[in-house]
């Protein structure tokens, strides 16, 4: 069964701080897809990666898919209030039928 | 072109009445996935229809069902509610590219509370 780790699972930080979260697997993935997801709203897809070692910006957000495609990390430079969410990391196996889900980092930018 | 759209946002119910819940897809998108979210579980897959057919199945009761029709809108129906079943339900319409790979974009879900 694959499996999908986030961490931190909560984190709460002051605006214009760095941080980084993860995704773990011992798992291989095909490609990986991060998610943010405000409250009563459903997840809106930032990225994905697909390939090992790739590296993809989106302003102040940095992703990264390692090099064995079994983990993803991502980086935001410079927290603002407008991060705070419940982040989302998804798998996609040799089927990508069905994605697997990792349980969420819940952010709080304090301003 | 139109997100996914969910109908209704807000439903409440008591234990033993059912629900069903719709979902219409991005134009153009076959597939169509249902997820439980809670706040202790995450995201809980229920199941994925693809062209009428159910392709995939999570791992709850009988008592969640679903089906597609021909314009690829969705519905799930969930009997003898529990409280339990309390929860945001989300489903997510996908693109399905040559290869199999796909990329899943959810609507804002119906918040089902169960009293």
């Known amino acids: 069964t694959q499996l999908l780790e986030q961490s931190p699972q909560f984190l709460s930080i002051q605006e214009g701080e760095n941080l980084t979260v993860y995704c773990n697997s011992s798992?291989?993935?095909?490609?990986l897809q991060w998610y943010r997801q405000e409250p009563g709203e459903g997840p809106v897809l930032l990225v994905t990666?697909?390939?090992g070692g790739e590296v993809k910006k989106l302003k102040r957000l940095t992703f990264q898919f390692g090099d064995a495609r079994k983990d993803s990390s991502l980086h935001i430079t410079a927290a603002q209030p407008g991060d705070t969410g419940l982040y989302l990391c998804?798998?996609?196996?040799?089927?990508?039928?069905?994605?697997?889900w990792g349980a969420g980092t819940k952010l709080i930018i304090k301003p | 072109k139109a997100g996914v759209t969910q109908t209704p946002r807000y439903l409440i119910k008591t234990r033993g009445q059912q629900v069903t819940l719709s979902c219409s897809p991005i134009?153009?998108?076959?597939?169509v996935s249902w997820y439980q979210q809670t706040p202790g579980q995450g995201l809980q897959f229920l199941f994925e229809?693809?062209?009428?057919?159910?392709?995939n199945k999570g791992n709850f009761p009988g008592r969640f069902s679903g089906r597609q029709f021909s314009n690829s809108r969705s519905e799930m129906n969930v009997s003898t509610l529990e409280l339990g079943d309390s929860a945001l339900y989300l489903c997510?319409?996908?693109?399905?590219?040559?290869?199999?790979?796909?990329?899943?974009?959810f609507g804002p879900g119906t918040r089902l509370l169960v009293l």
């Open positions: 997510a319409s996908s693109l399905v590219l040559a290869g199999g790979k796909k990329t899943q974009y």
């Open positions: 134009s153009g998108h076959r597939s």
């Open positions: 229809y693809f062209s009428e057919t159910q392709r």
């Open positions: 798992s291989v993935f095909s490609s």
């Open positions: 990666v697909v390939t």
């Open positions: 998804a798998g996609a196996g040799d089927s990508n039928y069905q994605l697997i």
